[in-house]
């Protein structure tokens, strides 16, 4: 670890800080190095690497936060973004506990290859063999391949006015591919990729050429697809698609800021049926090395796992410390930021439907007709009512209980709470998505996941709005 | 010249000539030193206060015709020194190509006015109270105001330096300052969501209270919006909505799109593209724009670029890579996020261009249509064809008056047949940040309803 500032120095820096008076101060210190390769047209672009240091120092009062930040970690820098957020505290000093003890976590990560000790050249393999193995699969029809890797080692200490003192430090490796295949007028696009905190590591599970491959097949298969029905009719999304729907419809909003501000459907539904009985939704940032995972949260609180809906009840939000304090409880470890520039809200980190007992290949079946959803591409989610409308990248009719021709141009239409109460089967698979989930401003790795699940039914629409971009947003 | 300046110019060189030491041909050394104040208040009193400070040093080297890049934001010598070794070992394994280089010293840069020491003079108290009136003036423009979901102040000042190895060293200083207020209106059962903003370089141009008012106005005029039966006719698009058409047009203009067969602006040039009513422009030097500057990302002076000339494509938008390629000059639009990005096709002031006609009088002409003042998912519009299927709502217009509120309407197509469809541009030529347009009046569409 490297040792950004030593503990004497930020007792003095929290003492600063608290002077005036401040129900809680915490200091965030970072340092992070990035690593980023991108590969377009067959050709490495760009290698871009560099290092981020800075500390954010946060007093809350009452309702009120004052946050500061600097790069400055000098002990003049620091004391002197101590002076300016004490400036915002009023009421005299309170008495805080400035002991800086250790907390210990719950669970532990271990990195085994740094992106640090892989030269350059490794990463650049990786990223021409995603890029070649791409452009193999329909040399005649794959047009376009984009292919970004990306690192980062980032270290943090916090320290807090309640005497708690963290180091932890996070590595995360990504692959993504991005393919376009061309054929008469029509064009499709392809989408994969992998990531999860490790280190490089990560491609003795995920093989480069794999993902390269895999947006590929999705892009050419998709030239061929025909134009999908419109109307209601039941879905069956594969586990294969990931968790995106139940993170951005239904995961924002059992995030308790957005409860308490009376901006979520699940307000004040602690205790009551939110979902069918087969549905169980939990937040997890202690899985292993998930792209999400996390050892401590933003406010050095040891990760857990929070069950948010169990058997269809609604059990739980997730919190930060702000939060956890208004509804009197504690923080349950999901206080994320994305840097030192910014303060922390609460956050997914691994969000999933949990898995269930029925076999993916048995819910295929017993649907007879309707519409498998493979993956899903971009879309938009009004995260107060929990409408969504999400394109449908790779779809395929069900037809007499089989998965039968492909579609392209699919939507779904629908509500993420209404979405739960109507699902019917629930698979015994699992598959994960990952990706960089927008709030507030501050973008933070997660990952999410779901198992096969059928819906009763929802509106597919079957225009196309062109090829998707892959990218969710929410209003 | 001030002293932090000349020590930022000091570094930058030192930064620059370590570069050249350890192997550049050509070295650049982009040092960016900004301040941020955001104040948000609700109720009253102040919820969130955030004050910034940061700095950094973004390095780009080029070795036989290959680029490296690499950023630090510790300035100290041990920083800067990784910087420039890492910067070196990045550009080994990238292809090699011709066109990469760096601006030549010698323009001439144009003296603007983009530094408001009243900025930075007003009190923080001063800037606290600012956005309690906004917050104050939208809630007692109506009773039905129910939610104020932020009010906020914000103001950033930014020293900005370049050094590179042809001998250029230049630095600027510039500020900012804005307001933006998010409101909720509600009766019975309905709800409707409101917001307004003003960025401006100015400290005593804000006007907070007319700002909390329009964000009043935009949702008291929408409660009681129902949608109304699927008609052609014609739409008018407030400047906020025709400024997110414009938006749409920004990445097909750059030259690295064209390059890269992703604009459907491509082997366009001197064609008409749009309405002969229709003007737009980039200009990196707009007296009082939000983005101006006297140079950009890599040193090259800003420029007014004509892209779009009374319907006729006129040219591209290009960093000096880009230009190099087309065998053309750099029109200044090399721009940078950061200090940890390199300089990117990018717009900066872009707008439309006025007309001459007042709204009222390109309402007035109108028998049926809507007057479209919200859009949702233009995100989704597919940039390289240009297709778009957007949701609408605004308010009905019928014989030329402005009736009730409409929403859950839906209109598309493609871009470019709905700018050439364009028959009334606006006088009121509005800017949110760095873009604007005016008033823009689409002659007779299929809005799809009820």
Partial sequence: ?475 | MNTEASAMISTARAAVAQATNKGAQVAEAYICKAKELNIEVRGGLVETMKLAEDSGLGLRVIRDGKTGFSFTSDLNPAGVDEATGQALVNCRKISEDPYQRLPKPGNAYEKLDIYDPGIRGATVEQKIELARSMEEAARSYDRRVKVIESSNYQDGEALVTIVNSHGMELSYHGALCGVYLALAAGEGDDSQTGFALDYTLKYDRLKPAEVGREAARRAIRMLGAAPVTTRHAAVVLDPYVATGFLGLLAPALTGEAVQKGRSLFAGKLGDQVASSKLTAIDDGALPGGIASAPFDGEGVATSRTVLIEKGVLKGYLYNTYTAAKDGVQSTGNGVRNSFKGTPEVGITNFFFEAGTEPVEKLLSEIKSGIYVTEVMGMHTANPISGDFSVGVAGLLIENGELTRPVRGMAIGGNILDFLANVDGVGNDLKFFGGRGSPTLRVAEITISGQ
Avoid: W
Avoid at chain 1, 368 to 389: E, I, Y
Avoid at chain 1, 400 to 428: F, K, Q
């Fill in chain 1, 1 to 475: 670890m490297i040792d950004l500032v030593d503990k004497q120095l930020l007792k003095e820096v929290l003492d600063q800080a608290l002077q005036s008076g401040g129900d809680f101060g915490d200091i965030f210190l970072e340092h992070k190095k990035t690593t980023a390769i991108r590969c377009e047209a067959g050709k490495i672009e760009k290698i871009q690497t560099g290092v981020d240091v800075g500390a954010g120092i946060r007093i809350i009062s009452g309702e009120a936060t004052a946050y500061a930040y600097t790069n400055d970690l000098s002990r003049a820098g620091l004391l002197n973004v101590a002076g300016i957020v004490s400036h915002a505290a009023a009421g005299g000093r309170k008495n805080v506990n400035l002991d800086l003890t250790e907390v210990q976590p719950l669970v532990d990560f271990t990195f085994k290859e740094r992106p640090e000790d892989v030269s350059t050249d490794r990463k650049v393999a990786v990223v021409e063999a995603a890029d070649q193995a791409a452009r193999a699969v329909d040399p005649a029809r794959i047009k376009q391949v984009i292919v970004g890797y990306g690192d980062v080692v980032q270290q943090v200490t916090i320290a807090n006015s309640e005497g708690d003192y963290v180091e932890d430090e996070r590595i995360r490796t990504r692959l993504v591919a991005q393919a376009i295949a061309v054929s008469g007028a029509a064009m499709q696009t392809g989408y994969e990729a992998v990531g999860s905190l490790s280190g490089f590591e990560l491609f003795i599970s995920e093989q480069p050429s794999l993902v390269g491959e895999a947006a590929a097949r999705q892009s050419v298969n998709m030239l061929e697809a025909q134009p999908a029905p419109a109307g209601r009719m039941p879905v069956v999304i594969a586990g294969a698609a990931g968790g995106t729907m139940v993170h951005e419809a239904c995961g924002h909003g059992l995030e308790a800021d957005l409860v308490q501000k009376g901006l979520s459907v699940y307000a004040g539904k602690k205790g009551q049926a939110v979902a069918a009985k087969e549905v169980s939704v939990v937040e997890d940032p202690t899985l292993n090395v998930r792209y999400g995972s996390y050892r401590f949260d933003d406010e050095g609180v040891p990760s857990r796992k929070v069950t948010l809906i169990e058997d269809g009840v609604l059990t739980n939000y997730m919190y930060d410390r702000l939060t956890a304090a208004k509804d009197a409880t504690q923080s349950n470890g999901h206080g994320r930021r994305e840097s030192y520039q910014h303060k922390p809200v609460p956050r997914m980190g691994n969000t999933m439907i949990a898995p269930g007992k029925t076999d993916p290949a048995k819910i295929i079946r017993e649907t007879r007709t309707g519409l498998l959803v493979k993956k899903m591409g971009g879309g938009q989610v009004n995260t107060t009512t929990g409408d969504f409308v999400f394109d449908v990248a790779e779809g395929y009719l069900i037809k007499d209980g089989e998965a039968g021709p492909r579609v392209r141009g699919a939507t779904l239409t629908g509500n993420g709470p209404e979405v739960l109460r109507i699902v019917e089967m629930v698979g015994s698979d699992l598959g994960f998505t990952i990706g960089t989930c927008g709030k507030d401003g501050q973008g933070v790795p997660v990952s999410d996941a779901q198992p096969t699940i059928a819906i009763k039914e929802l509106i597919v629409g079957g225009t196309a709005t062109g090829p998707s971009n892959g990218k969710i947003r929410r209003i």
